[in-house]
C-alpha cells in the first residue's frame, strides 16, 4: 500500500481515484514463465484483474488526544477505529468493487477534527463501489459516523462515540465513554468497556458482555442478552432491554431491569431494586429479586424467587399471565395482603388450582361469566399476613398457582 505525506492543520486533500489507476509499468511475468506464453497471459491476466478491483492509500496526520474522527460514508463500507499510542491519525482506504474509480475521497482536518468523506462522483441508478477504512488514533479520541452500509468495528478508545450505519455489524470492545450507535440490520456485540448510553439494531441480536454503565441494548427483532455486566460508572444503572421479537436474558442486575419483547421469553438471574418484564408471548423467569415485581405474559408461565430482608424497602408483587402456571417464592417473615385470581375456561374445569404455604380463603364462582369473551369461572384466594404492607397480586388463565414460602 502507498504512503502518502498528510497534509498540515487546516488543509483538505481530495484524492482522485482515476489518476492512479492506470498502470504505470508492464506487469512482470512470472518465475518459470518465459518463453511459456501461456502462463504469461495468465500472470497478466491475475495482475489485471487485482488491480482493477482493489486500490490503496494511506493518509497520515498531526492529532492530539481528546480529537474527533468523522467518518461520512456515502459510498459505505467497512470501518475499523483502533487506539494506539501515537498522536499521529493513520487511514487506510480501500476501494473495491466494479464502480471503485469513480469514489472520491476527501480528508479535511480543521483543529482537532479530523473529517474523512466518500461519495461517488457521478449520480447513478446502481453502483458497484466501497470505500472500507482502518484507522489508527490515539487512546482518547471520539468517533462519529454515517455510513450508508458496511460493518463499524471501535476497540481501545476512550472518548463518545455516535452514529449509524444502514445495514451491518457493530464490535466494540475495550471503550471507555457515551455510546449511541445504531445500524439498521446487523448484530451488535459489545463487550469489556465502560460506557454508558445505547446500542440498537432494526434486525439482528445484541450481545453485550462484562460491560460496567448504564447501556441499553434494543432489537427490533433479535435476542438481547446481557452477561457480567453491571451499572458502575455514573447515575443511573438500571438494565433497558427491548426487542420487538426474540429472547431477553440478564444475568445480572443489582439496580434494576426494565425488559419488554413482543415475542420471546426473559430471564433474569441475580437481580436488585426491582424487575419489570413484559413479553407479548413467552415465559419468565426471575431467579432471585431482591426488591419488587411486575411481571407479564400473554401467554407463558412465570417463575420468580424474593430473597433478602422481607421488611427491607419495597416488596410488591405483580404478576400476570394471560395462559400459564405462575410459582412465587417470598421469604417466610414477609407482610403482605395476598389476592389471587386463577380463570378458567369450560375445558379446563377441574384442571388447575391455587396452592399456598400462606393461610388464604379459597372461592369458586358458581356460575360462568362471559364478561372477558369466553365463559369463564374465576378462582380467588386472599389472605393478608402481618400488616399487609406488601401488596401481592397474582392473575393467571388456564394455568396453576403457587405460593410458596422460603
Same mark, same amino acid.
Not at 500500500?1 to 486533500?13: E, F, L, Q
Given at each position: 500500500?502507498?504512503? &502518502?505525506?498528510? =497534509?498540515?492543520?487546516?488543509?483538505?486533500?481530495h484524492y482522485d481515484t482515476e489518476a492512479d489507476s492506470s498502470p504505470s509499468r508492464r506487469p512482470a511475468l512470472w518465475p518459470g514463465s518465459r518463453g511459456n506464453p501461456q502462463w504469461a497471459v495468465a500472470a497478466l491476466l491475475l495482475l489485471l484483474v487485482g488491480a482493477s478491483a482493489l486500490q490503496g492509500q494511506r493518509r497520515e496526520f498531526d492529532v492530539s488526544p481528546g480529537?474527533?474522527?468523522?467518518?461520512?460514508?456515502?459510498?459505505?463500507?467497512?470501518?475499523?477505529?483502533?487506539?494506539?499510542?501515537?498522536?499521529?491519525?493513520?487511514?487506510?482506504?480501500?476501494?473495491?468493487?466494479?464502480?471503485?474509480? %469513480?469514489?472520491?475521497?476527501?480528508?479535511?482536518?480543521?483543529?482537532?477534527?479530523?473529517?474523512?468523506?466518500?461519495?461517488? +462522483?457521478?449520480?447513478?441508478?446502481?453502483?458497484?463501489?466501497?470505500?472500507?477504512?482502518?484507522?489508527?488514533?490515539?487512546?482518547?479520541?471520539?468517533?462519529?459516523?454515517?455510513?450508508?452500509?458496511?460493518?463499524?468495528?471501535?476497540? %481501545?478508545?476512550?472518548?463518545?462515540?455516535?452514529?449509524?450505519?444502514?445495514?451491518?455489524?457493530?464490535?466494540?470492545?475495550?471503550?471507555?465513554?457515551?455510546?449511541?450507535?445504531?445500524?439498521?440490520?446487523?448484530?451488535?456485540?459489545?463487550?469489556?468497556?465502560?460506557?454508558?448510553? +445505547?446500542? *440498537?439494531?432494526?434486525?439482528?441480536?445484541?450481545?453485550?458482555?462484562?460491560?460496567?454503565?448504564?447501556?441499553?441494548?434494543? !432489537?427490533?427483532?433479535?435476542?438481547? +442478552? &446481557?452477561?457480567?455486566?453491571?451499572?458502575?460508572? /455514573?447515575?443511573?444503572?438500571?438494565?433497558?432491554?427491548?426487542?420487538?421479537?426474540?429472547?431477553?436474558?440478564? =444475568?445480572?442486575?443489582?439496580?434494576?431491569?426494565?425488559?419488554?419483547?413482543?415475542?420471546? =421469553?426473559?430471564?433474569?438471574?441475580?437481580?436488585?431494586?426491582?424487575?419489570?418484564?413484559?413479553?407479548?408471548?413467552? !415465559? @419468565?423467569?426471575?431467579?432471585? @429479586?431482591?426488591?419488587?415485581?411486575?411481571?407479564?405474559?400473554?401467554?407463558?408461565?412465570?417463575?420468580?424467587?424474593?430473597?433478602?430482608?422481607?421488611?427491607?424497602?419495597?416488596? %410488591?408483587?405483580?404478576?400476570? *399471565?394471560?395462559?400459564?402456571?405462575?410459582?412465587?417464592?417470598?421469604?417466610?417473615?414477609?407482610?403482605?395482603? @395476598?389476592?389471587?385470581?386463577?380463570?378458567?375456561?369450560?375445558?379446563?374445569?377441574?384442571?388447575?388450582?391455587?396452592?399456598?404455604?400462606?393461610?388464604?380463603?379459597?372461592?369458586?364462582?358458581?356460575? +360462568?361469566?362471559?364478561?372477558?369473551?369466553?365463559?369463564?369461572?374465576?378462582?380467588?384466594?386472599?389472605? /393478608? @399476613?402481618?400488616?399487609?404492607?406488601?401488596?401481592?397480586?397474582?392473575?393467571?388463565?388456564?394455568?396453576?398457582?403457587?405460593?410458596?414460602?422460603?
Open positions: 500500500m502507498n504512503r &502518502y505525506p498528510g =497534509p498540515s492543520h487546516g488543509s483538505a486533500v480529537g474527533t474522527l468523522e467518518l461520512d460514508l456515502e459510498t459505505g463500507g467497512s470501518v475499523k477505529v483502533t487506539g494506539w499510542g501515537s498522536n499521529t491519525a493513520q487511514v487506510d482506504a480501500e476501494l473495491s468493487g466494479r464502480d471503485r474509480d %469513480d469514489v472520491e475521497l476527501s480528508f479535511d482536518q480543521r483543529g482537532d477534527r479530523l473529517v474523512v468523506r466518500s461519495r461517488m +462522483r457521478t449520480e447513478r441508478r446502481r453502483t458497484e463501489a466501497s470505500a472500507n477504512f482502518v484507522v489508527q488514533v490515539p487512546h482518547r479520541f471520539s468517533v462519529v459516523i454515517d455510513s450508508s452500509g458496511g460493518n463499524i468495528e471501535l476497540h %481501545d478508545l476512550d472518548g463518545s462515540f455516535t452514529g449509524r450505519t444502514m445495514g451491518g455489524q457493530i464490535d466494540l470492545s475495550d471503550l471507555t465513554g457515551d455510546v449511541d450507535l445504531v445500524t439498521l440490520g446487523g448484530n451488535i456485540e459489545v463487550a469489556d468497556s465502560e460506557v454508558d448510553g +445505547r446500542v *440498537s439494531t432494526n434486525g439482528g441480536n445484541v450481545d453485550i458482555r462484562n460491560v460496567v454503565g448504564n447501556l441499553d441494548g434494543k !432489537s427490533m427483532g433479535g435476542n438481547v +442478552r &446481557y452477561a457480567d455486566s453491571r451499572g458502575a460508572r /455514573r447515575g443511573s444503572d438500571v438494565v433497558k432491554v427491548h426487542t420487538m421479537g426474540g429472547r431477553i436474558e440478564v =444475568p445480572e442486575a443489582l439496580a434494576g431491569a426494565e425488559l419488554h419483547t413482543m415475542g420471546g =421469553p426473559i430471564r433474569v438471574g441475580r437481580a436488585a431494586g426491582f424487575v419489570k418484564a413484559k413479553t407479548m408471548g413467552g !415465559s @419468565i423467569e426471575v431467579e432471585e @429479586i431482591d426488591g419488587w415485581l411486575e411481571l407479564m405474559t400473554m401467554g407463558g408461565d412465570v417463575t420468580a424467587v424474593m430473597v433478602g430482608d422481607p421488611s427491607s424497602g419495597r416488596r %410488591d408483587v405483580d404478576i400476570v *399471565s394471560m395462559g400459564g402456571d405462575i410459582h412465587l417464592v417470598v421469604p417466610q417473615g414477609l407482610e403482605m395482603e @395476598i389476592s389471587i385470581e386463577l380463570e378458567f375456561t369450560r375445558s379446563h374445569e377441574g384442571r388447575h388450582q391455587i396452592v399456598s404455604d400462606f393461610p388464604v380463603q379459597i372461592e369458586t364462582s358458581p356460575e +360462568r361469566s362471559r364478561q372477558k369473551g369466553s365463559a369463564r369461572k374465576t378462582m380467588t384466594a386472599t389472605g /393478608r @399476613i402481618g400488616s399487609g404492607a406488601a401488596k401481592v397480586t397474582i392473575r393467571t388463565v388456564n394455568g396453576d398457582v403457587r405460593l410458596e414460602k422460603r
